[in-house]
C-alpha cells in the first residue's frame, strides 16, 4: 500500500490530488508543519530533508519530489491519463512542472519564509516583497497560458493539480487571484471535480 506524507495546503497536495485523480489505493499520513513534525527525528527517517510530500510505495521505498511522485502516479495508473506519454508531449508536461517546481514555488517561499534566505533581518521584508511579486508575475503566465485553454496541456493532466495549488497560495497571500480571469475559470473547474473536492475536504483546506 502507498503512504502520502502530506500537510495541508502545500504543494504536497499537487501529489495528494494526483493520487485521488489517479483512483490509487493509498493511506495519508498527516504531517504538522506548524507543530514542527517534518523536523522529528521519526519524519527525517522517512525523509532527511524533512519536506512533504513523501510518497512511500509498497516495497517500503520512499519518495520525493512532486514531479517524480506526480509522474510515478500516472504512469502506475496508466487508465486515469494523467500524463500524456507521446515524447513531445510528456516533455512539455514536465517543462510546466518543472518551472512550477524551481521558479514559482521558491518565489512563494521568498514571501512566505524569508529568513531562509538571508541572516539580517532588515533584509526580510524586501525579500518577501520581491518574492511576492515574482510569484504573481508567474501566476500572470500561467493566467496567461489558460486563456483559451480548459487545461494545460489538451486534457485534464496533473500539471492541472499543481498548478491549483498555486491559486490558493495566491488567495492565502492576499494577491488579487480573481483578478486572473483565465486561471480562476481553471480553479473554479478544479473545484468541479469530485477527487479534487475529496482532498480538500481531507486537507480541511478551502480555496475560493
Ligand atoms: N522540491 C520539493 C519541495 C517540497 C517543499 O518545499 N515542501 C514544503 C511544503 S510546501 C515543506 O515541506 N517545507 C518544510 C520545510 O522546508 O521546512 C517538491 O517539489 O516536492
Known amino acids: 500500500m502507498l503512504t ?6 502545500s504543494s504536497s497536495m499537487a501529489s495528494h490530488l494526483a493520487l485521488e485523480e489517479a483512483g490509487a489505493q493509498y493511506l495519508t499520513c498527516y504531517v504538522n508543519e506548524d507543530a514542527g513534525e517534518h523536523r522529528t527525528e521519526a519524519y527525517l527517517r ?35 491519463r494523467l500524463l500524456p506519454t507521446g515524447p513531445e508531449e510528456e516533455a512539455h508536461a514536465l517543462s510546466w512542472m518543472a518551472f512550477f517546481a524551481t521558479a514559482v514555488h521558491p518565489a512563494f517561499s521568498h ?18 516583497v520581491r518574492g511576492l511579486a515574482t ?41 488579487p487571484m480573481h483578478d486572473l480571469p483565465n486561471f480562476t475559470v481553471h480553479k473554479d473547474r478544479m473545484l468541479a471535480r469530485p477527487a479534487v473536492r475529496r482532498v480538500l475536504e481531507r486537507e480541511g483546506v478551502s480555496i475560493g
Not at 4 to 9: D, F, N
Not at 62 to 73: F, R, S
Not at 111 to 117: I, K, S, T
Open 4 to 9: 502520502l506524507y502530506y500537510a495541508p495546503g
Open 46 to 80: 522517512v525523509n532527511p530533508r524533512g519536506k512533504v510530500p513523501a510518497l512511500r510505495l509498497s516495497d517500503g521505498s520512499v519518495l520525493v519530489e512532486n514531479i517524480a511522485i506526480q509522474t510515478y502516479v500516472a504512469r502506475t495508473y496508466p487508465e486515469a
Open 111 to 128: 514571501f512566505w519564509a524569508p529568513r531562509r534566505f538571508s541572516d539580517e533581518r532588515s533584509a526580510e521584508e524586501g525579500i518577501k
Open 135 to 175: 510569484f504573481h508575475g508567474h501566476c500572470r503566465e500561467i493566467d496567461a497560458r489558460l486563456a483559451g485553454n480548459d487545461w494545460f496541456l489538451g486534457r485534464f493532466s496533473t500539471v492541472d493539480c499543481y498548478a491549483f495549488v498555486f491559486y490558493g497560495w495566491g488567495m492565502r497571500a492576499g494577491l
